[in-house]
């Protein structure tokens, strides 16, 4: 079902046109009874008959907003313009925002890729584009857009893991977020089109692991640190090493193989050592 526009006209005219009538009612009532006129009597009751239909057919249709109405369970059209309206009589007339709306889901705990516990949550923006399909192709289209965003959030947690701790090309929940953000905006796209409802954007709002294992990662994220940190260093070191025996040996200082190797094993302590290394001056000669 796919909305349409529904037939509507200035509701000002016809309530213009409902105040002649009534007062004509009221008139042609009072002289009916006075003159003892049954002709006049029954105009007056047609005028009332008239009354009400008008009026039963004026709506008032908010910026914003839309009125899908329905005759006798007939989806008959959707008026979206504001302002003061008379539709056909006597339909039903059901209310559907237009207004970009915010869902915050809760804090959801699910396994990601690697079995790991983690907490996640998600804000969703959206709005209605489609007042048929909001009203008539879901039960509540505010209900569906709630479920099926958890469903999506748990669905994409499951797909990654949290972090990369190697050199993996994976996409990782802490580490691509923009990335995953996309992939969950259209994932819920394809769920949501349903209800008539568009997806403007996805952020996930909380991400962290789940309090019984949060320590335990939190160290593993320290040694994964530490490694990365020390692999730096000794290529650094290295490089410096090289650099400082190519100086020596342009400078025309040679070193035989044993010499070299001393050297280059104080200048790799010196320079990888956490701490400040401590000289000792050798009085005597390598081979003595």
């Known amino acids: 079902m796919k909305e349409r526009q529904a037939w509507h ?22 002289y009916g009874v006075v003159n003892e006129s049954i002709a006049l009597i029954v105009i007056s009751f047609v005028l009332l008959a008239a ?16 009125k899908v109405l329905t005759f ?15 539709v056909v009589p006597f339909t039903g007339k059901h209310r559907v925002s237009l207004r970009v709306r915010n869902f915050n ?34 039960d509540n289209y505010e209900t569906f857009v709630e479920i099926q965003s958890e469903t999506a959030v748990r669905h994409i947690a499951a797909q990654h893991p949290y972090d990369i701790f190697s050199d993996d090309d994976r996409l990782s929940l802490r580490g691509n977020s923009d990335e995953i953000a996309n992939e969950l905006m259209t994932e819920l796209q394809s769920r949501l089109a349903v209800a008539g409802v568009t997806i403007i954007e996805t952020r996930l709002t909380h991400l962290a692991y789940s309090p019984e294992i949060a320590s ?7 040694a994964s640190a530490i490694v990365s940190a020390r692999q730096t260093i000794v290529e650094g070191a290295v490089g410096m090493v090289d650099l400082a025996l190519h100086q020596l040996k342009a400078k025309g200082i040679e070193f035989d193989e044993e010499r070299k190797a001393v050297m280059v094993n104080n200048l790799m302590v010196a320079i990888v050592s956490d701490r400040g290394a401590t000289p000792v001056i050798n009085t005597g000669t390598l081979y003595n």
């Open 9 to 30: 006209v200035n509701g000002f005219l016809v309530l213009f046109l409902s105040l002649i009538l009534i007062i004509g009612m009221t008139v042609s009532f009072i």
């Open 216 to 222: 335990a990662m939190l160290q593993r994220q320290q």
């Open 72 to 86: 006798f369970g007939k989806y008959i059209g959707t008026v979206l313009d504001s302002g003061l309206w008379m």
């Open 105 to 138: 889901s809760q804090r959801l705990k699910v396994n990601d890729a690697e079995g790991n516990p983690i907490e996640i949550a998600a804000v969703v923006v959206f709005r209605v584009v489609d007042t048929a399909m909001a009203t008539f192709e879901v």
């Open 51 to 66: 009354v009400v239909i008008s009026l039963s057919a004026l709506t008032i249709v908010k910026p914003n907003e839309g």
